[in-house]
Nanobody, 125 residues
Framework: VQLVESGGGLVQTGGSLRLSCQVSGFTFDDYDMIWYRQVPGKEREGVAVCSDWDGTTFYEDFAKGRFTISTDKTENTAYLEMNNLKPEDTAIYSC???????????????????WGKGTVVIVSS
């Protein structure tokens, strides 16, 4: 199993980025995809989760209306589209996968199965 993020970088306030998470070794039919972020020295926080098997998505409050999580089965890739970025969005963003019927907590990462290494997003003011 592999999850490899890309698409991070430096962007100005109000700008946009699209993060990608190329996966292998499992399918989106069986695993929910989650994006997290973490500022060094602070706790990791969930950003959004996407469940292909039931078509649901959920977002943390700070992401609602600005971020969009999606998956592309043909590309085996999950995405996080981020718009109207703010300096407080600066963090390391990671994707993760959780078995869809497991008792995982997408906000905390409890019982999440697979993790990527992350991509850095810096939003300048």
């Amino acid at each position: 199993v592999q999850l490899v993020e890309s698409g991070g970088g430096l962007v100005q306030t109000g700008g946009s980025l699209r993060l990608s998470c190329q996966v292998s070794g499992f399918t989106f039919d069986d695993y929910d995809m989650i994006w997290y972020r973490q500022v060094p020295g602070k706790e990791r926080e969930g950003v959004a989760v996407c469940s292909d098997w039931d078509g649901t998505t959920f977002y943390e409050d700070f992401a609602k209306g600005r971020f969009t999580i999606s998956t592309d089965k043909t590309e085996n890739t999950a995405y996080l589209e981020m718009n109207n970025l703010k300096p407080e969005d600066t963090a390391i963003y990671s994707c993760a996968a959780a078995w869809r019927t497991s008792d995982y907590d997408w906000r905390t990462g409890y019982a999440v199965d697979f993790w990527g290494k992350g991509t850095v997003v810096i939003v300048s003011s």
